[in-house]
């Protein structure tokens, strides 16, 4: 409690941004009303399209091509949306972070389950973001513990801002960076038609039904659905204070985001086709510095250093997002400081669930002899496996009127949620047939 009845600094910063969408709403300014309501959708997906994620997609372009799976990245993107937009309706409805509506909804045991899925989830997959960062330092000749420390440093530097709006524009800012993949595939120079026929018809599967393609498939809908999606971005549009007046721009917000991202995803899957092309084992491209370094003969020495870059980048703002996602339900979990707004000595365990989560997967990657490209692809297929638990609550959560009011979902709503987690756990259930039975 404030004895000196001061406001607390965070509800002091979000009031002020809050003061300005209300002068832009009032003053029919839409577009600025958008710019200053848009930012944790586009984050959280191109959040997503992090390290493990653009292996994925450029490991599919190897083994597979032009063809299948782009149509397969756009579906998996309208799935994340259907997702998210649910996580902004409930963050708007309630301005309780996900963790928090878990333990109050369902009790400590169903609260505590759900954190261990999340942060189980969120380790793995940091650990494989410090694998790109370092991935991409190795193409531009730094070492590797020179490339984590980095890393380390730039990730740990963005928690010192103590302003979530100024947070929330630099990782935008960083997350543009997402980009770069888009003019390496156009120096991979790609076959238009084929493009578009795949996305017209559906391309064909090379190859049939097998356990490779099941584990790509897998590892492809946990490049894009995932559970920290739904932790961080209800607990950052809480902490950006958005209303139910602001649902329209947090759906819009989303959209854009999952449209640019899907973009993205598809741009790598297509600057790395050329080496399917050339028949290149996919088994000899452990990092993302070995798919940059096969790609130098397809993209010049350019398109190659985009795509190192690129990784690089999707590493660093995944870590940024990943570890705030912990940072945040853990705080809610414990009842404590949870806000990007808060000063260090508020948010003290705020700031130390991200910074030790950093720290420890910062360590685990440089663990010698590790297998880079099958710990990648594993996260993204654990992560698909993890998303049907997370998926039920949400849907759970968002169908509780006392809680959502005339946000609750609609028939519609729930028939595209179900249909995902019915999908998901399919695809998860044939992956498990297949591994006890064809090993």
Known sequence: MNM??????????????????????????????LWL??????????????????????????????????????????MAYVVQEMTVRLGAATHR???????????????????ADLVFGNLLTLVTEFIAIQAGGLYFGLSPILSVLIGVLIVLSALAL???????????????GNLLFIPAALLAHPHSQAVLHALAFWGPLPGGFNDKFVVLMLANIGATVTPWMI??????????????????????????????????????????????AAHVDARTLATGADFATALQPYLG????????????????????????SSSYALAETFSVGRSLN?????????????????????????????PLLALTLTV??????????????????????????????????????????????????????MTVFYP
């Open 97 to 115: 972070g996900h963790a928090e509506l878990i333990f109050q909804r369902f009790g400590p045991f169903w609260g505590y389950f759900a954190m």
């Open 380 to 433: 993204n297929v654990i992560a698909t496996l993890l998303m049907a638990p997370a998926l039920l609550f949400l849907l759970l959560l968002v169908n509780d009127r006392e809680i959502m009011g005339s946000l609750a979902n609609g028939h519609l709503a729930n028939i595209a949620g179900g249909a995902i987690i019915i999908g998901i756990s399919l695809a998860g259930a044939v992956y498990g047939v």
């Open 4 to 33: 000196d009845n001061t406001a607390p600094r965070e509800d002091v910063l979000r009031a002020r941004d809050r003061l300005k969408v209300l002068h832009s709403r009032a003053e029919g300014r839409w577009f600025r009303l």
């Open 37 to 78: 309501l848009a930012g944790p959708g586009v984050l959280v997906m191109l959040g997503e399209n992090d390290g493990p994620s653009m292996l994925s997609y450029a490991t599919t372009g190897v083994l597979y091509g032009i063809g299948f799976f782009i149509p397969f990245i756009l579906l998996t993107f309208v």
């Open 231 to 276: 932790f961080f971005q209800q607990s950052a549009v809480v902490d950006k204070g958005l209303t139910k007046a602001d649902v329209t721009q947090g759906r819009l917000d989303t959209a854009l985001g999952a449209l640019i991202a899907a973009v993205v995803a598809i741009a790598t899957l297509l600057a790395a086709s050329p080496l399917y």
């Open 342 to 370: 808060l000063d260090f000595r508020t948010g003290r365990w705020f700031y130390s669930a991200a910074i030790a989560s950093t720290l420890l997967a910062a360590g685990i990657v440089l663990i010698p002899g590790a």
């Open 162 to 176: 103590r302003r979530y709006a100024t947070w929330e524009r630099g990782m935008l800012l960083l997350a543009a």
């Open 301 to 324: 020495h350019a398109g190659a250093a985009l795509f190192a870059l690129g990784m690089t980048e999707a590493g660093l703002v995944a870590a940024m997002t990943i570890s705030t």
